[in-house]
């Protein structure tokens, strides 16, 4: 399959997200979920002189953002890395630096439209593709996939997580037809999956203005990435490479991902340690929804450390 190795991604709450990270000419800005590049280059062009740590699984999100950012590459350095790691990556991150932490870092968590549409790894149902969902390119056979979750946990495993990382209600009708489906025949891609979850699930369901399989796949997504999992460690290695006064900001698009977040902030709150900029989640202008319908669900929550 040939990958298009340019970026498509647009975006969401682009400039709610920068404006509200106080950033001055000269800080030095982590980008924790580099993706389609949009914050890192914005930021760039806003400030001539920050410079951008940017870090991202897939190692083919810079090959496909490069061509976007011409000369302003030089202040950015790409790290193909999994920011639940930031522990161990942070000393050789800021080394030469005078500050030995950031003034800013950025999580947005959603799967950028590169992934979606260029990845091949099968995380849209949009199109027939290797069921493997993870962000991970080139997966070794001791990766977790999909296929593997599909055609080797068990029915109430399979339901668990569909229905705890997916919201899915007919959850338990999903996982019994896998389990059937896959005793005639493997399931591997991403159509045989989708046709599984549609003889699963009742017509009425099947014209619902979401998509009968968004849930599953995202389930599987969420399974096969530890992506709550994640986000936890995430969350609490970036607050403690933040500056005094740095911002956080994070882009989340599921409940479960905006709880996570919302917990964080709050017993950073309550422990003396950080403020909330705004109480309330930042949510997507008219305009914006109106141009990107994937900023529908996206929420921006930002803290401030004290």
Known sequence: MEIDMESIHTTVLLNETIDGLGLTDGSVVLDATFGGGGHSREILE?????????????????????SKFGGLEKRISFINAN????????VGLLSGSPTTKFDAII????????????????????????????????????????????????????????????????????????????????????????????????????????????????????????????????????????KKDGRMAVISFHSLEDRITKRFYKDKENEGKAKLIKKKPIIADREELKNNNRARSAKLRILEKI
């Open 107 to 242: 999580f947005d968590l959603g799967l950028s439209s590169d992934q979606l549409e260029n990845s091949g790894r099968g995380f849209s149902f949009m199109r027939s593709e290797p069921l493997l969902m993870t962000m991970k390119e080139g997966p070794t056979k001791e990766d977790l996939t999909a296929i593997d979750i599909v055609n080797d946990w068990s029915e109430k495993s399979l339901a668990d997580i569909i229905y705890g990382y997916g919201e899915e209600r007919f959850s338990r009708k999903i996982a019994k037809g896998i389990t059937e489906a896959r005793e005639m025949k493997r399931i591997e891609t991403t159509f045989d999956l989708m046709d599984v979850i549609g003889s699963s699930v009742p017509l009425a369901y099947k014209r619902g203005r979401i998509h009968f399989a968004t849930k599953t796949f995202q389930a599987l997504r969420i399974a096969v990435n530890d992506e709550l999992g994640t986000l936890k460690d995430g969350l609490e290695k970036g607050f403690d490479v933040l």
């Open 46 to 66: 806003r400030y001539p002189n920050v410079k951008i740590i940017a870090l991202d699984q897939d190692k083919s999100a810079w090959e496909r953002a490069k």
């Open 83 to 90: 920011f639940r790691n930031l522990d161990n990556l942070v």
